[in-house]
């Protein structure tokens, strides 16, 4: 049985039981085999877009002899029409919204995203709605000392209000035990940012003041 570090297992957790999902970017595959060895997906495929992880992914799949299949793609450009759920974990906010923002309609047969960015939440959260998906759920978990998001999201229209984007709109109403330690360490990665940030760039200086703005007010 496979063993997840604390980070993949908040991931698997917002997984819907008896998914059908592709896991973009699996890497070592952990993730993939333990959704099968778990029953929480019925079918598992796990993608990447490097010859290196995917061999590395098929090892392991063979070690622990469970059915799932890999597919060496770049983001969701091979997503089988079977997929509901499209997993990505651990890579750089940018990164995920290229993936689905210039091939939406790759996403046409999945209900179901479930994402933990790595940055740039306020823009994945900002341009995934845009897509027609709403957040069901999130969650944070604290891995070696860094606190991640992971975030499900559903297929569905629902306006998500531009101070949400910065400080995640289920976050803040469930209030977690890692909330304000979030809100705070967040706070803090912007204020270093405005210190280094040169004055040329003031539009930018202006939306990191708000923003530091609406999350101490949230902390309040
Ligand atoms: C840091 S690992 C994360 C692995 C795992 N998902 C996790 O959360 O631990 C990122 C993986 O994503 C892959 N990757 C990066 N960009 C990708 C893309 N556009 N499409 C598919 N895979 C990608 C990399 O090759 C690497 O294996």
């Given at each position: ?104 309609e790759k996403l046409k047969n999945v209900k ?109």
């Amino acid at each position: 049985m496979i063993l997840l570090n604390e980070r993949l297992k908040a991931v698997a957790q917002l997984v819907p039981k008896n998914a059908k999902v592709i896991d973009v970017g699996c890497d070592h595959a952990y993730l993939s085999i333990y959704l099968k060895q778990h029953h929480i997906a019925t079918k598992v495929v796990a993608s990447d877009n490097k010859e290196g992880p995917l061999r590395e992914a098929q090892k392991n799949i063979k070690r622990e002899k469970v059915d799932v299949e890999t597919l060496l793609a770049d983001g969701v450009s091979k997503i089988p029409d079977d997929i509901d759920t499209v997993v990505v974990s651990g890579m750089g906010g940018g990164n995920i919204i290229g993936m689905f923002k210039y091939t939406p309609e790759k996403l046409k047969n999945v209900k179901t995203l479930v994402l933990s960015p790595n940055n740039d939440l306020i823009r994945v959260r900002k341009e995934i709605s845009k897509l027609g998906f709403y957040i069901e759920d999130e969650t944070l978990v604290k891995y070696k000392n860094i606190i991640y998001v992971v975030m499900k999201w559903q297929r569905g229209k629902r306006r998500i209000r531009k101070k949400e984007c910065i400080y995640g709109p289920i976050l803040a109403k469930k209030k977690g035990p890692l909330f304000q330690e979030y809100l705070s360490s967040s706070i803090k990665q912007k204020e270093l940012l405005l210190k280094v940030l040169p004055k040329k760039y003031w539009l930018r200086r202006i939306q990191i003041q708000h923003e530091i703005k609406m999350l101490k007010d949230i902390l309040k």
